[in-house]
């Protein structure tokens, strides 16, 4: 069965560095998300992305964060300047459409853990 | 503030047990809402999606419910079973897959 994959599965990083977040969604899929989830907290939405362009952003995703597809199958997540505060599992996401209309799915990827020592 | 909440935190029965999550949300024009299951060091894997027009969905021995009017939604399990142990999180889609996730409830099935 098709899946996300994300790497690495780990990464450490010092506060103040630039990490880069991979991700490969599903072949198919149109669509592209990153949430995260901070230790014994909700899973937060990020940003979703679409067509080269980002479709929908939080108050989280500020001018420390931003995504790129670079080519036909990688989807990056870049922290500019990392914080203690950034240290997160990070999701990476994909769906066909996006659409509202259609009975879909999210696929999950499983994840980046990040610690920002 | 939109939220979503689930309870119990935490729930743990006895292998063959029929078991029933509960999930509520604040905000009752949700486009859909989703059951995703994640097991520790894994991604989320969604079980379920119901559309806001639909009532039910069934895959399996999951079931699940929603309720707009009331802002709830139940993830039932049939007959459980070990492998069904992991944090069930319920998600609202309000905003064209800008999710809120509930904190999640964690099972254990008992052998």
């Known amino acids: 069965e098709p899946e996300v994959t994300q790497t690495p599965s780990h990464q450490v990083t010092q506060m103040g560095q630039e990490v880069i977040l991979r991700c490969v969604p599903i072949?198919?899929?149109?669509?592209f998300y990153w949430y995260r989830q901070i230790l014994g907290q909700k899973v937060e939405f990020l940003v979703s992305?679409?067509?080269?362009?980002?479709?929908?952003k939080s108050e989280i995703f500020d001018d420390q964060f931003s995504v790129e597809r670079p080519d036909g199958s990688n989807f990056t997540l870049k922290i500019r300047s990392t914080k203690l505060e950034d240290s997160a599992m990070y999701f990476c996401?994909?769906?066909?459409?996006?659409?509202?209309?259609?009975?879909?799915?999210?696929?999950f990827g499983s994840g980046t853990q990040l610690s920002v020592l | 503030k939109q939220e979503v909440t689930q309870i119990p935190a935490a729930l743990s029965v006895p292998e063959g047990e029929n078991l029933v999550l509960n999930c509520s949300f604040t905000d009752s024009a949700i486009y859909n809402l989703q059951w995703f299951r994640q097991d520790p060091g894994k991604g989320l894997t969604s079980l379920l999606l119901i559309q806001s027009s639909q009532r039910e969905q069934t895959s399996g021995r999951l079931n699940a419910s929603l309720d707009k009017s009331s802002g709830r939604s139940t993830l039932y399990i049939a007959a459980s079973q070990p492998g069904d142990s992991a944090t069930y999180l319920c998600a609202d889609d309000h905003n064209n897959n800008d999710m809120r996730f509930g904190a999640g409830t964690r099972l254990t099935v008992k052998p």
């Open positions: 072949s198919n899929h149109l669509y």
């Open positions: 992305f679409y067509n080269n362009e980002i479709s929908e």
């Open positions: 996401a994909s769906s066909v459409t996006g659409s509202l209309a259609t009975n879909e799915k999210l696929f």
